[in-house]
């Protein structure tokens, strides 16, 4: 079955980075785009990034442009999301999330890894 | 890209109906019929309810409907039942290639 495990959260510091992983199994990782969605504790879910299925394309929501920069890894069926300059506004669990086909729905989530930003 | 609007909050009781509004514009709700719901539980992960606008993936309840109207898309369960006590969410697909979000709402079975 399908699966998707995020790991690399935890707490950092204002201006700090973090690399966030998730590992995929279950499906052929290398034809599915994927994505990264946040919630910050108690608000909606925040679309944050999503990468094509060849790293082709990427795109990144307005509030993290610049900032994130996600990545993959076919060969090792990974994603990746590589934060820089960190605020406190970014402090949310960070969902893993696989793109349907051919639809363009978020069929399936990993259970999300916590990213507290805090002095 | 502004967020889709959802009511924060709608109520009813076991064994009645309720719709979920989400309305954006003709560059996502309007524009596309990519428009997926998504029901979230308290420490869960967001699992999806409907997509493309009408469709419900197989396990799926069909108690739950989605339908479209222009810029709103709708979300109606029927027959509610205290396990549906959950947030939703809607998410659209965008002319410019990304996803807007709608705001969630919480759902109380009274």
């Known amino acids: 079955q399908v699966q998707l495990v995020e790991s690399g959260g935890g707490l950092v510091k204002p201006g700090g980075s973090l690399r966030l992983s998730c590992a995929a199994s279950g499906f052929p990782f290398n034809d599915h785009y994927m994505s990264w969605v946040r919630q910050a504790p108690g608000k909606g879910l925040e679309y944050v990034s999503y990468?094509?299925?060849?790293?082709?394309?990427?795109n990144y929501a307005d509030s993290v442009k610049g900032r994130f920069t996600i990545s993959r890894d076919n060969a090792k069926n990974s994603l990746y999301l590589q934060m820089t300059s960190l605020s406190h506004d970014d402090t949310a669990v960070y969902y893993c999330?696989?793109?349907?086909?051919?639809?363009?729905?978020?069929?399936?989530w990993g259970q999300g890894i916590l990213v507290t930003v805090s002095s | 890209q502004s967020a889709l609007t959802q009511p924060a909050s709608v109520s009813g009781s076991p064994g009645q109906s309720i719709t979920i509004s989400c309305t954006g514009t003709?560059?996502?709700?309007?524009?596309?019929?990519?428009v997926s719901w998504y029901q979230q539980h308290p420490g869960k992960a967001p699992k999806v309810i409907i997509y493309d606008v009408s469709m419900r993936p197989s396990g799926v309840s069909n108690r739950f409907s989605g339908s479209k109207s222009g810029n709103t898309a709708s979300l109606t369960i029927s027959g509610l039942q205290a396990e549906d006590e959950s947030d939703y969410y809607c998410i659209s697909y965008t002319t410019s290639h990304s996803w807007v979000f709608g705001g969630g709402t919480k759902l109380t079975v009274l």
């Open positions: 990468i094509s299925s060849r790293s082709t394309y990427t």
């Open positions: 003709s560059s996502d709700v309007g524009g596309h019929n990519s």
């Open positions: 999330v696989r793109r349907g086909q051919p639809t363009l729905t978020f069929d399936y």
